[in-house]
């Protein structure tokens, strides 16, 4: 009885000296753990050029229908990330649609180049589910590069 009383105590001993962390993520968080990287903000209030057609990315599917985006673009022309509180343009490159399942996105300003890679999941209607990569990186070297999900339509 003696010996099972202190097998007992040396299992509750071994599991208390665990370190349990926090593993909630944080949406502002890079997936990269360099000093150096981007902090890419989320972003709640569409800029005034996305106004009908566009591709709006969230961190995921969760995020994605709270409205919390990452990235969005106007489908043609311009695309916003939000940094260090300031919501960034760019210009968008042509994008490589030659795919109707896999879409390349690339654009740029004078402070950060912004890459898309996305892969198509889902149809509906006029709108399709994405799923893909999201990646910035600025001039000074920092980068940014995460998972994300969200739609594109009309």
């Known amino acids: 009885m003696k010996q099972n009383s202190l097998i007992l105590f040396a299992i509750a001993l071994l599991f208390g000296s665990c370190n ?3 593993r909630t993520d944080k949406k502002t968080e890079n997936t990269n753990d ?3 990287d981007i902090v890419l903000q989320i972003f709640t209030e569409l800029p005034d050029a ?3 057609c566009a591709c709006l990315f969230a961190e ?15 489908m043609q022309t311009v695309g ?6 300031e919501m960034l343009q760019v210009t968008l490159d042509e994008s490589d649609n030659s795919s109707d399942v896999e879409i390349q996105t690339t654009g740029k ?5 912004v890459k898309l890679d996305i892969r198509k999941s889902d149809q509906l209607d006029y709108q399709g589910s994405y799923f893909g990569t999201l990646e910035v990186k600025t001039t000074d ?7 994300i999900f969200g739609e594109c339509g009309c």
């Open 60 to 74: 995921d599917n969760k995020a994605f229908k709270k409205g919390e985006y990452l990235y969005a673009d106007n």
């Open 34 to 36: 360099k000093d150096n």
């Open 109 to 113: 300003n004078e402070d950060i180049e």
């Open 20 to 22: 349990f962390t926090d």
């Open 80 to 85: 916003f990330v939000k940094i260090d509180g």
């Open 50 to 52: 996305i106004d009908g």
């Open 141 to 147: 070297g920092r980068k940014y590069k995460k998972t």
